[in-house]
């Protein structure tokens, strides 16, 4: 897909791979409302329909693994921002370093998103990452995560700002809205890795970060924690969200082989909500000190959920 100049005059362009999913379909209207035009690829256009309502958004169905796809996709563009990622994978085959899902989406792509912008040459890409991303992790996600930083950063020329996140919360979370659907539903709730620490942080605030970072000046843009700012253990969030739904529940936090065991069984059922490789992840640490950046003050759970959590 080649770009005539003539529309580069007009505004700044903006390419948003994974820009349907929950953080993307934020991040898609706040950079609308910034001045952005901006591009989002999808593999299933009638599943982001609602999108079309925004006035500078560009919508295409395109296949972002397929040979040359990426380069038209890039081409004219002044910034790319890569929100894709996969919670699960099969597992590892012998001797591969990851589950083949999370080694497509999280290493081998960034590594040919990065290498079409310098191609392109397009100034700067912001990559999504996920709070613990490293080599030495315990889990293959989180490695995974690490592999396709540093393969997004070995394009010399290109400024690259990656943003590791802890668990993201607001209007469509699959996490927050979870606990409440479940709420509705059960009368006991069961929490597998109940002592799991967590700094949730809000969509809005996450957009506004990864928006800030298009605008600095272009140059090394770092590695970016981004964490709300309250620590959370995993069974007392769960509370907490049952409470602010009005309903009494029993909360059972389960022991640690039990965890295990509940996130092996999970990972028979079609779209599991845990996986042995999540179980992993949970071990890792999830809070960070380091300051929200671009002097943006993160909000509270309190400060938005109740507006918003599942009202099922
Ligand atoms: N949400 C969180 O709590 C959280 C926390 C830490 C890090 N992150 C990271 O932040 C990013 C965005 O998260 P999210 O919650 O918005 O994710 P999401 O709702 O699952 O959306 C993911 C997007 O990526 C695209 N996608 C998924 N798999 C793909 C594949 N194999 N090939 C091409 N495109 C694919 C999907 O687009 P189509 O289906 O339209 O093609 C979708 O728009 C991800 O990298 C995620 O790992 C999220």
Excluded at 70 to 87: K, R
Excluded at 128 to 148: H, I, Q, T, V
Excluded at 175 to 198: I, K, Q, W
Excluded at 284 to 305: H, L, M, Q
Aim: charged share 20%; proline share 7%; with cysteine.
């Amino acid at each position: 897909m080649t770009r005539k100049t003539g529309d580069r005059l007009n505004s700044r362009r903006l390419l948003i791979l994974g820009g349907t999913g929950f953080i993307g379909r934020h991040l898609v209207a706040g950079a609308v409302r910034r001045g952005w035009k901006v591009t989002v690829p999808t593999r299933r256009r009638e599943r982001a329909k609602a999108l079309t309502v925004l006035p500078t958004l560009e919508l295409v169905e395109a296949d972002v693994h397929a040979p040359g796809v990426l380069e038209g996709l890039v081409a004219g563009c002044d910034a790319v921002v890569n929100l894709v990622g996969v919670l699960h994978s099969r597992p590892a085959a012998p001797g591969a370093a990851y589950g083949p899902a999370y080694a497509r989406a999280h290493v081998d792509l960034p590594a040919r998103l990065a290498a079409a912008c310098g191609g392109a040459g397009v100034r700067r890409l912001v990559q999504m990452s996920a709070l613990g991303a490293a080599a030495d992790a315990p889990s293959e996600y989180l490695r995974s995560r690490a592999a396709g930083e540093a393969a997004a950063r070995a394009v010399k020329g290109l400024a690259v700002t990656v943003f590791r996140p802890s668990v993201v919360f607001g209007p469509e979370d699959r996490f927050l809205n979870l606990f409440a659907g479940l709420s509705s539903l059960l009368p006991v709730l069961v929490v597998a890795c109940p002592d799991a620490r967590l700094q949730p942080v809000y969509v809005g605030d996450v957009v506004e970060a990864l928006l800030d970072a298009l605008e600095q000046p272009t140059g090394n843009g770092g590695t970016i924690d981004l964490c709300g700012p309250e620590v959370w253990r995993l069974d007392a969030l769960v509370r907490r969200v049952c409470r602010m739904k009005r309903r009494w529940r029993l909360v059972i936090g389960l022991p640690d082989g039990l965890s295990w065991l509940m996130a092996f069984l999970l990972e028979f059922t079609p779209g599991p909500v845990m996986t042995r490789d999540n179980y992993r992840s949970l071990k890792a640490e999830g809070t960070s000190d380091a300051p929200f950046p671009y002097g943006i003050r993160p909000c509270r759970i309190e400060d938005t959920a109740p507006a918003w959590l599942d009202r099922g």
